[in-house]
């Protein structure tokens, strides 16, 4: 994440978390530019509505924007349905878009303009 925050580029977390596991996100992650859990919108990934509202708070089109995560339906076809890039992360196989989020950052940088 500094990474990317030291290039400009704002972060968010859109996430179908319920609500006790949303203080822990915070706690970790206090620094980012926009927050989305499902438990505060009512709507849960893939829900075009939850991709629509974290681009809103972060300031971005959709199609400017890009998400990561480790599910291939929330976080890569769900998003891209929408005009998002989606990359899947999977960490234990071959079958992702990236292996792990550096490389997804590097991705990231490298078509930044």
Do not use: H
Request: neutral net charge; contains cysteine.
């Amino acid at each position: 994440m500094k990474l990317l925050q030291e290039q400009g580029i704002r972060i968010g977390v859109c996430s179908n978390l319920a609500f006790p596991y949303r203080q822990a996100v915070l706690r970790c992650y206090p620094m980012l530019d926009a927050y989305a859990f499902s438990c505060d919108l009512g709507v849960m990934k893939p829900e075009p509505t939850i991709y629509s509202w974290i681009c809103d708070q972060l300031g971005a089109s959709p199609t400017a924007s890009w998400m990561i995560g480790d599910s291939q339906r929330c976080d890569r076809d769900g998003p891209t349905a929408v005009g998002i890039r989606g990359f899947f992360v999977d960490r234990n196989s071959t079958n992702g878009d990236c292996p792990e989020l550096v490389t997804f950052a590097r991705k990231a940088l490298a078509t930044a303009p």
